[in-house]
Structure formats: C-alpha cells, structure tokens
C-alpha cells in the first residue's frame, strides 16, 4: 500500500491476463501517453488502467485517503499528499444526505420508506434525510453508499488532469474513471429508490461539471469521452413480489449439501462440490481422482439434482457446452466467461429476476436485459451527435476507441469497431 498503513493497496493488475487499451495506447506512442485510473473501487481503477499505467488511485475506506500499490510508484505525488490531508470526505459528510429537488418531484421511484430498502449502519429507518454527521472523523467508508462517493471521485479526476498535465502534451493521455458509488448505492436500495434517483441526479451535475472543466481545460472537440458501466441490476426481490412480477431469492447452500450427500453414498468422495461461487460448482478433481470415480456421471448428477430447483432455469456441464441445449446467446455469453484454469465445473443459470442476496437491496450477475444492457455514449473528438440501437457488445468499446485512434486492440479483444462512429 502506498498512501495509507493498510492493506487496502496490496493490489494490482497480476490476474489480468491481457493488455488493456491503455496498455496498447501506452505501447503505441512508446509510452509517451499518460495513463492514469480513478476509482472508489481497486478493481474500478487498476483494470481500466491496465498494467503499464503511470498511476492508479483508489479509496481506502478505513482512513478516507486516496492510495495506490507499490506496483505503480513508491510514494504518492505531492499534490495527491496534500489532497488526501483535506480529509475531503468530512465536508461531504457534514452537509448529511437530503434529495436534490423537493423529494415529492421524485416520479421515478416507489416511496421513501419501503421495507426493502437496507438501511445505513446507525441509520434507523432506510429514509431522507440521511444523516452523515456522524461518520465524520469515524467511517469514511460510509461515503462510498452516496452520491458524494461519485463527487469525490470525478473532483480528484479534475485535480490529477490539472497536476499532471493530462492532455497537454504531443501523445494522446488517457483519464479512467470509474463512478461507484452508484453501484453502492443500487445494492443497498435497490434501482427503483429515492435514493439511487437521487444519485443519478446528482451525478448528472457532477458530470456537467466535469465536462465543463475539460472544456476549459483541454478545449470543446480536443477530448473523446466516452461512458459505460459493467453492469445494471435486478429490481429488489420484494418489490418484484409486492407487483405481482416473477422473481425471487435464491441460496445454493441447501443444493449443494444434499448433492454432497448423494455423490459421497453413491461415489464415496466427501465434499466433491468444494465450492460455489458466481453460479459456479467448483469439484474436488483430485479427491475424485484418487477415488476412481467416474466425474462425468458425478457433474450429471449435480445437474439434474440442479434442474429439481423451483428457482433454476437450466444447468450445464462447462467442459461440455458445445452440446448443451440451451439458448445461443445464453451459451455465448457463458463461453466467453470461461477459463479453463479458474473456472468451475458446473454452471447453472437462475430463473429471470432471481438472485442469491437477502430481502432488502438487490445485485447482478445475469445474462439478462435488465443486467446486461448498458450505456455506452460517446461524445467530442471526431463524434458527430446520433444514436443506434443496434446491438453493440461492451467488448466493442476497446476496438472502436483502438479504430479511432489507430492504435492496436487489446491482447484479448474480442470485439468489432462499432462502425457508426469510426464510419463518420
Ligand atoms: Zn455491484
């Protein structure tokens, strides 16, 4: 960790097996282009800022400072020293968190106060005004569960474009930055609450704002930007419930015991299924070995015990998907999620709008529209305004920006240009 005395920084970019388009940016100009990453997340800032970046900030909620790992310097540039000194998050904390716009203009969420909404640790109810005084000098993860977890991020984006420089020099720099608090703030309430129309409202200023400041920085047409997200999430499960929608909650543990159970009776291997994890059976393979038992008819027999479950929409063999009868662009989407070393053995997928979480907030993780379908908006350097609505894939991003800019596409690019823009 650099920045901070915890472990919060012992992270870096290891486990990602490709360049990144900022790596390609980095390699292409012989690394004269400034690469830096921006993010409340490690994972938000490091990955988009790939491994031959100049810098990638994070935010160490045990002592509100933004921080890095050794992987990218030994010691923070002074400038972010004295910004972390401000304790910035304090001020936000100071001002509580009440709507934007007078509550009762809200038309796009259900009520302030619903049962399925999880509450704020020392919060009583799940409703404005959330009072954020008391996490002054005490919890400075709380900001990352509010807008103001967005305007911290873009304001030290604002301060790294103004202390290093960024766009000022004869190479192309690039400025990724990751707003997460939103997805904070869709877990904890869910997608049809006060409190994410809030944020959304409010990151639309924040946004405003920073468009201005490349304005005057950089100059109108001098800059690409260009927007996305990782994900969109299920509508809480209680509230699907409440408006007579399908959907509902889901927990594994229960399956993957009494398939245990079966498979230790009938093959005597204990514990085959070691672990469950994103939809995922992972197997003992050297307990099943050493057992000579037969690991094709065991991974059935986790399937069809799979299939019995109310809430399970189908389940897959992974090493044997080719010939699994299940949609196409379901089984696109799984194979292009496989990784013959750190994949698991047994896939399954959940009925639409069913997830594994609790009664209150809500998650993602599906093939489905409402996870799958995201922004991606593009605007300034050589875009003309327009719109499509043909199917373009988040892995087209990396290839159209490499189109754009003549430079090579990611080790691991997968996707097309999307043509409406690099046509123009
Ligand atoms: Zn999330």
């Known amino acids: 960790t650099v920045g901070s005395d915890t472990k919060a920084g012992l992270m870096s970019p290891k486990n990602m097996l490709t360049t990144t388009i900022t790596d390609e940016l980095r390699l292409a100009t012989n690394f004269k282009s400034k690469v830096i990453g921006i993010s409340l997340k490690d994972r938000g800032s490091i990955l988009p800022a790939g491994h031959s970046a100049n810098a990638a900030y994070w935010y160490d909620g045990q002592t509100g400072d933004w921080i890095t790992s050794t992987h990218y310097m030994k010691k923070l540039p002074s400038w972010l020293e004295d910004h972390n000194k401000m304790k910035l998050a304090n001020k936000f904390f100071d001002k509580n968190w009440n709507t934007l716009y007078p509550i009762e203009t809200y038309t796009q969420s259900t009520a302030d106060n619903v049962p399925y909404e999880g509450k704020a640790r020392g919060e009583e109810t799940p409703t404005f005004p959330h009072p954020l005084k008391l996490y002054i000098g005490k919890n400075y993860d709380m900001i990352k569960s509010t807008p103001y977890g967005n305007t911290i991020t873009l304001d030290l984006a604002k301060l790294a474009i103004l202390s290093e420089n960024l766009g000022q020099g004869s190479s192309t720099d690039f400025l990724a930055v990751s707003c997460s608090a939103t997805d904070y703030v869709g877990h904890q309430y869910g997608p049809n609450s006060v409190e994410i129309e809030d944020t959304y409202l409010r990151l639309d200023k924040d946004l405003e704002e920073f468009f201005n400041y490349l304005d005057t920085k950089i100059g109108k047409g001098n800059y690409l930007f260009f927007l996305s ?48 994890r994103n939809s995922q059976f992972y197997f003992d393979h050297d307990a099943i070995k050493a057992a000579n038992a037969d690991f ?129």
């Open 296 to 424: 094709t008819a065991i991974k059935n027999l986790a399937i069809e015990t799979l299939k019995k479950e109310d809430e399970i929409f189908d389940a897959v063999d992974l090493n044997n998907l080719a010939n699994e009868t299940i949609p196409e662009q379901i089984k696109k989407a799984i194979t292009y999620g496989y990784n013959a070393k750190r994949s698991g053995d047994v896939y399954y997928i959940l009925k639409s709008n069913y997830f594994g979480g609790g009664k209150t907030g809500t998650t993602h993780g599906s093939w489905n529209p409402y996870d799958a379908h995201i922004p991606c908006v593009f605007m300034g350097w050589n875009v003309k305004p327009g719109k499509t609505n043909k199917t373009h894939y988040m892995t087209d991003i990396a290839a159209t920006l490499a189109a754009m800019l003549h430079i090579q596409m990611p080790s691991g690019c997968v996707g097309e240009p999307i043509t409406e823009l690099t046509h123009q």
């Open 229 to 276: 997200a990782d994900h969109g999430a299920a509508h809480v499960s209680t509230f699907m419930e409440d408006n007579k929608l399908p959907g509902g909650l889901y927990s594994d543990s229960k399956v993957v015991k009494t398939i245990n159970t079966l498979i230790e009776e009938k093959y005597h291997v204990k514990k085959a299924i070691v672990t469950s």
